[in-house]
């Protein structure tokens, strides 16, 4: 049995595609093979009726208790409870089960886990802050500014140049640490599902001939979102620059407002890319285009999982990383008034407590987001092509063998 079930090329008609040796499934609905009467319409999900003998929508003779059919009394379709092999059942997820699953996986592999959080965040948070306490340490044009309220030019470019070098430091390493954390994470949880464990040798194994591509996507991505924010904005800067203060400044919000629906477009409808590379082993714009289709229909669905992982991921990183500023607010002697007249931190011991805290943020962080993300996208593969089918056979599930024998099952039955 394959070790990675369902993680098929785009473009596969049906998850009851053949394995190696075995004669190849019928699509149902081809010429060649006319769908029997009795199968269901594909892309059912697990709460939906199989469909009936004779044509129509009137209810199906009611079963009895605890076996399927339809509940006259309940007004719903009585079937048995969903496989659950792993983190989730092998059916459409509700909200909370996606954020659930996040969490179980964390906790059930939680050495796997939190050793690839953990190592990754340590590496990038030691980066960010000999970067961060190397230039404030001399940063001679920041501190000029502090002191004069009407700084330069060449101070106010000075200061500007050194910031962005940081920042862009910075933010490359973090970059870097966040492929290596999305890749072999997103392996774990797809593990995890089955019921299965994985060592961080096997994720690492598994996930290394995919990095540079999840590199190129997750580059890819922050451009196109910066492109729709700059083309948004672009008409009013040109009128601004051509002296049409009032008309350039209305131009310029409703640009900027056009921009960021734009960029939030294209944020959602490509956010289901990373695990697409990740677990159908495709190029950067096929797993684009793959994100895109699943997603199709279902625009606003993604959006609230996704919006409601980053609420809850931001709330997380503050709760920790508060208590963590404060103390290196008292331990760097600056004190809270210090931070209240802008006056910038620049002792090693602010930074390293700050780092401490960024550390321990991120190792609890980066599984519940690349876990919402990665079970986001097997969510809408059950719904659209009845994953479920083919996750149930590769983890054992007594009656979802060789399709062959076992017979055609409505998807999530």
Known sequence: MNDSPGWTPPGSPTPD??????????????????????????????????????????????????????????????????????????????????????????????????????????????????????????????????????????????????????????????????????????IVVSRAVLGRSVSVGEAWRDSRPQMLRLLGLLFLLPLLVALAMFAGSAPGGVLLAAGLRTLGVAVLLVGLLAGLVAAVWIWVRFSLAAPALMLEKQGVITAMRRSAKLVRGSWWRVFGVQMLATILVVIVASIIQMPATLIGMVVSGQGVSAFAEGTPATSWSYLIAVGIGAVIASTITFPIRAGVTALLYLDQRIRREALDLELARAAGVPGYGDPQSSGHRTPGS
Do not use: C, Y
């Open 17 to 186: 595609r053949s394995q190696d040796g075995e004669e190849p499934a019928v699509v149902p609905g081809s010429k060649a093979h006319p769908a029997p009467e009795n199968d269901p319409p594909r892309n059912w999900s697990a709460q939906q009726p199989p469909a009936q003998a004779n044509p129509g929508w009137g209810a199906p003779p009611p079963g009895p208790p605890g076996r399927p059919g339809w509940d006259k009394w309940g007004g719903h379709w009585n079937q048995p409870p969903a496989a659950k092999p792993g983190i989730i059942p092998l059916r459409p997820l509700g909200v909370g089960e996606i954020l659930d699953g996040a969490v179980t996986t964390m906790r059930a592999h939680w050495r796997t886990v939190l050793g690839i959080s953990l190592a990754v965040a340590v590496v990038v948070q030691f980066v960010a802050t000999v970067v961060n306490g190397l230039w404030m340490s001399e940063a001679s044009d920041l501190n000029a500014l502090t002191r004069d309220p009407q700084p330069s030019p060449d101070e106010l470019m000075n200061a500007l140049t050194g910031t962005l070098q940081v920042s862009g430091v910075s933010a490359l390493v973090e970059t870097l640490g966040t492929v290596l954390a999305t890749a072999m994470l997103t």
